[in-house]
């Protein structure tokens, strides 16, 4: 995907057009009018404590709130007092409402194993498991770290720490061992769940051996839970490490959910920062699910009978939000899939779709243009009908993709529902509601149910449509960010220090003329890679650690594919050349401290770095040289022009060995 100069993306903005919905898809939608919904969304901003009452009144309560709203940001609460349980809401609700034999959950593993769970099915192996993690000794407030592909095991962990309203994170399994180290020292759980090993484009993940790595010399960890996956031989330490099969096999079937008020912390995610240090985002419990329960019902205009799939991997907030919370408070089935979307062949994305009649489907751009590149044939043999609502969210979805989507994936039969959101925003305020809101190819959609969004310059003041600016927040809604783990004072300087009284998304964004929001891209250096969050500060660290490397510069180039990619520019100590070797160790040591998505998918060794007086490494310049080939802004803080043209031309010289 090529890089979009402001003056072409206001132009494209200006030239998008809006597609309406069918008037029989509206009328089949959950609100049935167009009308409905926008009465819904004008209760929703202008009295919007009206609102969420209406909302959460759908759900299951063990106490009813004391108040809907109160504080504002940073410090906020929604349902003050109101006393229930998420894992309740999610599965023991439609218990009561006859759902027992409807399907739930179904998993498919990468070599095609599958397993199915009906909502009894699962609510009895959620309370097993709920009753297992009581066996450890965990109350409410304790902390479980689960390092598990997208597993049926994984979900049931999940719920099961929602049952007793245990803290629970979940790290991405494709992370190293000291990705994962730093994570779990920060975060200090008493139990850990993870497996012998998992797939992935036929190789085998080695999990268990990296847990033991990386949780030595961590004293609060005092068990670790194995699912045999693989049937790899692992080490299994006595006392500590115990098999999930063996401990399922005598566990009870009763177990009560725990009584949580609505503000009380249930999650915890890593997401990475601009210092490099990851942030632990704490979300609460019951107003988290709550929240995803009302986003996820409308933006997917869920049915009782929709197979859903979000292709997310458990380790990113994007499966908590869409695959469990958002799809079993609606009581739909959700299908959690192991491994590659195009392993072993570029046709497995559709063979899923055909073989579970997949209706709503959750994905990222990224997958999209991944499919867009492979071309049609490997889509022709399969019945895709079934597909009626494709979102995204992860990283901008250029109209060119849209397109491709709506007309060669859909037949111009689907909605298409692209998002915007974050970690710290859990769901996603900027979307369209499914079969009701016009869509827009490449917008982010409306200012969505409930939230105060605007562009903003500087100073906090709203800027005028098709002006770029500042993406805030006015006002929280109940699944924003509740503050950082163990460090209340960032969770401040992050977020709220930027705009008085607003959450600083440190994106920039344009409104457009029909009120559609176009997130543009980061402000600060953290950018999406194939929908990952990564932090330059972090990539940069890893590079300097590797021998030889003396600095070391990372940016995000435009990919066809992913999005951004991450490229690299690298100072090498004296006494150390440049070659194949010492890009092979960079790579290598990226690997290491964080994981394959981050590598850099091109390294430059200069011995120049462009910098202002102070020092401070102008990477917005090296971005113009790799995209540009030239620099175009200004550069009267560049201390030494010459480094400029250094640059330039060990980056021609690169780019020509590499066409040659």
């Not at 599965?91 to 409807?102: F, K, Q, T, V, Y």
């Not at 450890?136 to 049952?163: M, Q, S």
């Not at 492979?374 to 895709?384: A, C, F, S, V």
């Not at 037949?411 to 869509?439: D, F, H, S």
């Amino acid at each position: 995907m090529a890089e979009v100069k402001p003056e072409e993306q206001l132009k494209m903005i200006r030239a998008s057009k809006l597609y309406y919905p069918a008037r029989e898809k509206v009328k089949q939608s959950v609100l049935g009018s167009v009308d409905a919904f926008n009465s819904l969304l004008r209760k929703s901003w202008e009295d919007p404590a009206a609102f969420w009452a209406e909302m959460a009144g759908e759900l299951y309560w063990i106490k009813p709130w004391e108040k809907v709203m109160e504080g504002q940001l940073p410090y906020f609460k929604f349902f003050v007092g109101g006393v229930t349980n998420p894992c309740y809401n999610m599965i023991d609700r439609h218990l009561e409402r006859g759902a027992d034999n409807r399907m739930a959950l179904i998993w498919e593993g990468e070599d095609y194993q599958t397993k199915f769970y009906t909502y009894r099915m699962l609510h009895a192996e959620v309370c097993k498991f709920a009753n297992v993690l009581k066996g450890f000794g965990l109350h409410k407030g304790d902390r479980v770290a689960i390092f598990l592909p997208n597993l049926a095991e994984t979900v049931i962990a999940v719920l099961a720490c929602y049952r007793l309203g245990v803290l629970f994170n979940t790290v991405f399994s494709g992370f190293s061992v000291r990705a994962l180290k730093d994570r779990l020292i920060n975060y200090e759980p008493q139990v850990v769940v993870t497996a012998d090993g998992g797939y992935r484009r036929g190789r085998e993940i080695p999990l268990k051996s990296r847990v033991d790595e990386a949780i030595e010399g961590i004293e609060s960890i005092k068990s670790v839970v194995v699912v045999k996956r693989t049937g790899t031989e692992i080490n299994m330490q006595p006392e500590r490490d115990h098999w999930w099969h063996e401990l399922m096999a005598k566990a009870g079937l009763d177990c009560p959910p725990e009584p949580m008020e609505a503000n009380e912390p249930g999650l915890v995610f890593y997401t990475s920062g601009t210092t490099g240090k990851p942030k632990g985002v704490v979300h609460s419990s019951v107003a988290f699910v709550i929240n995803n329960y009302v986003y996820g019902r409308f933006h997917m205009d869920h049915h009782e009978n929709d197979m859903f799939w979000c292709t997310a991997d458990i380790g990113w907030l994007t499966m908590h939000i869409w695959g469990i919370a958002g799809a079993l408070a609606n009581g739909v089935t959700t299908i959690f899939y192991e491994g590659a979307l195009d392993y072993p062949q570029p046709d497995r994305f559709y063979q899923i779709i055909s073989k579970y009649r997949v209706n709503k489907l959750f994905t990222a751009p990224t997958a999209i243009r991944m499919l867009m590149r492979y071309g049609e044939k490997y889509m022709e043999p399969y019945d895709l009908s079934c597909l009626d609502v494709l979102s995204l969210v992860g990283e901008p979805f250029n109209p060119e993709a849209w397109h491709w989507a709506h007309e060669k994936l859909g037949k111009g039969r689907i909605y298409i529902n692209n998002t915007w959101g974050q970690t710290e925003t859990a769901g996603c305020p900027l979307a369209g509601a499914a079969w009701v809101t016009p869509m827009k190819p490449g917008s982010c959609g409306i200012q969505f149910l409930g939230a105060q969004m605007d562009v903003v310059d500087e100073e906090g003041n709203s800027l005028p449509p098709e002006t770029p600016g500042n993406l805030i927040m006015r006002r929280p809604i109940p699944m924003l960010v509740r503050t950082l783990w163990r460090e209340p004072e960032r969770y401040v300087r992050e977020y709220f220090s930027q705009v008085e009284g607003c959450y600083f998304s440190n994106d920039q964004a344009i409104k457009d003329r029909d009120g559609h929001y176009w997130v543009l891209g980061r402000i600060d250096d953290v950018f999406n890679v194939a929908g990952h969050r990564l932090s330059t500060m972090e990539m940069e660290s890893a590079i300097i650690e590797c021998e030889g490397v003396a600095e070391a510069a990372v940016i995000g180039v435009p990919d066809e594919i992913k999005g951004l990619v991450p490229v690299a520019f690298v100072t090498l100590r004296q006494g150390y050349e440049p070659g194949p070797e010492m890009e092979q160790a960079v790579k290598n040591k990226v690997i290491e401290n964080i994981s394959k998505i981050a590598v850099p998918g091109q390294i430059y060794f200069t011995s120049v770095m462009p910098k202002t007086p102070s020092g401070k490494i102008m990477r917005r310049l090296l971005k113009e040289i790799v995209v540009e080939g030239d620099i175009k802004g200004d550069i009267t803080g560049l201390e030494d022009i010459g480094a400029v043209e250094q640059i330039k031309a060990i980056v021609a010289a690169k780019k020509l060995k590499n066409r040659a």
